[in-house]
């Protein structure tokens, strides 16, 4: 596979730390509470020894136990599934809600913003009488410990209340993207044998309703195992009404006491399943338990983000994708306040994003790089209204950046002053693999390195260790929050991840190491292109077409071709205002030519409207592709954000 070209290699050096970033740094403050040198030390001693590590880490984080463990790692039955924090008994709900109480019980803890404009807010006091509230609601409808309840909600108080509700009973929350249809919705809920279903009456978005509870009562009628649902009133419209299996929220939480009994858990019990969409067959249940995902959020956020108490952590998410979750109970641990937006970042107005970072004082951004090329085509002054004075840190997730986006991010929304906090993993990771830091310098793009306590690597074909080459992103040793298996599915997890290279976490991204130890991530190696024998990434060939001043998007595909193999044909977005011609697709080629080279040259460009995206803002290229060559099974699109923009891709010109 090729280098990344000098685009991303040459870049200089954007931003360096100052004197209060480092001081400030709860990494480095770890560190030496621990007597080790500094990050580097930090992180070859947590590779080297795990149970060292994670054992001072929950102690960093406050993490409260109510039986101490025994051992910090068992790997008796192999690298795949490790026990960790044997023998010890805790809910995290405890750490991220009950702790602050008696400090901070009159500190705000979530605030929450519409689409409609209205606002809420919980101070951790009133959280855990909400948590306490809705956990006897759902003991009043038979729901215990092991039992699957399914949220289907938007990004409301509720949705954040009722994952911690289930936790405090020690049930086993199965969060669904509020965009969903029917049939992915069912088939959540068949998979994990759900008993519960919790949505609401609708929600607003781009100022109309979304008539949710008709899509679940659709899900509900291929959904046999769901034996109740619960309604949250959140747009007051009536709705359709199955008398004995659907209850208001008001109903069944409202009249509960303040106080609730907390199931005692166990380290390593489930507390939430989550989907995550595959090119063929069904979605995958990732298992995670009480001590896994919160704990590894919470680190990533205190160490790489460097979050304290009184930060305020806004991510554009849905609880569907798995950052919803991880805010919501990372963030709580880690000490912040978490704000929660149910609307769309360009409306009524493409500066909506910001406004609401001003109005509730977000010190944490967390965003994608589609995200920001979408603003960016709305120009330069919507964000030059806006000096968003509170903001320290910027985050991003989901794909690859490509430099124009990173550098406008990083001059435009962080004034120069905020670093990116770039951050790959996943949802069966719990969080990050590689990321930046606010105590490093960061190139464009790029990441400082792997997370501590997750020892990565890029290695070639034979497992080899390389650098300044590309290679597959690798993880050597298990690490605290990575999924407990597939739910009911032992051997597709096995598979999936270890079977490549024995002992090994083979994550399925293309990544190289620089000279300068800079980390990129380069696209997953499923999507790898190979032209003539030539290999390259997709993210590569987009970020070549976007360096052309009219385009404001791409999604690059390969597609057979007779002589070469496979061939590329770019999908482009051109900056409004662009006109489209021959002429216009002919630059755009030479352009990629010019950063890849003429043998890398895509055959085709075509201009469309739109591009097939999740709604964490992921271009769907399996899709673009499936629908390019018309074939008739184009795998899961039950996360789509935009399914119209699948026939544009037939249409394109």
Not at 379 to 392: F, Q
Not at 421 to 446: L, R
Not at 495 to 522: C, E, N, Q, R
Request: a negative charge; aromatic letters at 8%; glycine letters at 10%.
């Amino acid at each position: 596979m090729s280098l990344p070209s000098a685009e991303f290699s040459n870049l200089p050096i954007a931003w360096q730390p100052d004197e209060a970033r480092l001081k400030r740094s709860r990494a480095l403050a770890f560190a030496r509470a621990h007597g080790v040198a500094g990050w580097d030390e930090m992180a070859a001693k947590a590779a080297e020894d795990p149970s060292w590590f994670w054992g001072a880490v929950v102690e960093e984080l406050g993490i409260v136990w109510r039986t101490p463990f025994e051992q910090v790692l068992d790997l008796a039955d192999g690298p795949a599934w490790p026990h960790w924090f044997t023998g010890g008994r805790m809910n995290y709900v405890e750490s991220a809600v009950d702790r602050h109480c008696a400090t901070r019980g009159n500190e705000t803890a979530l605030l929450w913003e519409g689409d409609d404009g209205e606002t809420k807010s919980l101070t951790f006091d009133e959280l855990a009488r909400q948590v306490n509230r809705a956990a006897n609601g759902l003991r009043s409808l038979g729901i215990g410990k092991g039992d699957r309840v399914g949220i289907y909600l938007p990004m409301i108080l509720e949705a954040a209340v009722m994952t911690l509700a289930c936790g405090r009973i020690g049930a086993v929350y199965v969060p669904m993207f509020s965009g969903y249809g029917a049939d992915a919705v069912a088939t959540r809920l068949n998979d994990a044998d759900a008993h519960v279903l919790i949505t609401a009456d609708g929600f607003y978005r781009r100022g109309s309703v979304v008539r949710m509870k008709e899509t679940a009562d659709a899900a509900l009628a291929e959904a046999p195992s769901v034996r109740q649902v619960v309604v949250v009133r959140r747009v007051g419209r009536e709705v359709p009404w199955t008398e004995g299996r659907d209850v208001w929220w008001d109903d069944v939480v409202d009249s509960q006491p303040d106080t609730c009994e907390q199931e005692d858990t166990a380290a390593d019990d489930p507390y939430m399943i989550i989907y995550t969409s595959g090119t063929t067959g069904k979605p995958k249940g990732a298992v995670h338990v009480h001590a896994g995902f919160p704990i590894k959020a919470a680190q990533d956020l205190a160490f790489c983000f460097d979050v304290h108490q009184g930060d305020r952590l806004f991510w554009v998410t849905d609880l569907g994708w798995m950052m919803g979750p991880w805010a919501i109970a990372g963030g709580l641990i880690a000490g912040a306040s978490i704000v929660l937006y149910e609307g769309t970042p360009d409306y009524p107005e493409p500066d909506r994003l910001w406004q609401v970072v001003e109005r509730h004082e977000a010190t944490i951004l967390g965003i994608s790089p589609t995200l920001i090329r979408a603003l960016m085509g709305r120009g330069d002054e919507w964000i030059e209204r806006h000096d968003l004075p509170t903001l320290t840190t910027l985050g991003s997730t989901g794909e690859p950046w490509n430099p124009g986006p990173w550098l406008w991010t990083f001059n435009n929304v962080g004034k120069g002053r905020c670093p990116i906090v770039n951050y790959s993993g996943g949802t069966e990771i719990s969080g990050g693999i590689v990321a930046s830091t606010t105590i490093h310098p960061q190139k464009p793009c790029s990441f400082n390195g792997a997370v501590p306590g997750v020892p990565a690597d890029v290695v070639d074909e034979e497992g080899r260790s390389v650098r300044n080459a590309v290679g597959e992103l690798v993880i050597r040793g298990p690490w605290v929050g990575m999924t407990s298996g597939f739910w009911r599915d032992r051997e597709r997890y096995e598979s999936t991840y270890w079977s490549k290279m024995p002992g090994t976490w083979v994550h399925g991204d293309w990544a190289m190491v620089d000279d300068d130890g800079f980390w990129y991530i380069l696209g997953r190696s499923d999507d790898t292109l190979n032209i003539a024998g030539k290999r390259i990434g997709p993210a590569e060939i987009e970020s070549a077409a976007v360096a052309h001043p009219l385009v404001q998007e791409a999604a690059a595909i390969g597609v057979p071709h007779e002589i070469k193999g496979e061939a590329i044909v770019v999908f482009v977005i051109l900056t409004p205002g662009a006109e489209e011609s021959d002429e216009l697709r002919a630059e755009i080629r030479a352009t990629v030519a010019d950063h890849v080279g003429k043998p890398l040259q895509p055959d085709r460009v075509l201009f469309v409207d739109d591009l097939p995206k999740t709604r964490n803002a992921k271009i769907m290229r399996r899709v673009i592709r499936g629908r390019y060559l018309d074939l008739r099974d184009l795998g899961d699109l039950s996360s789509l954000e935009n399914v119209a923009a699948v026939d544009g891709i037939g249409s394109a010109r």
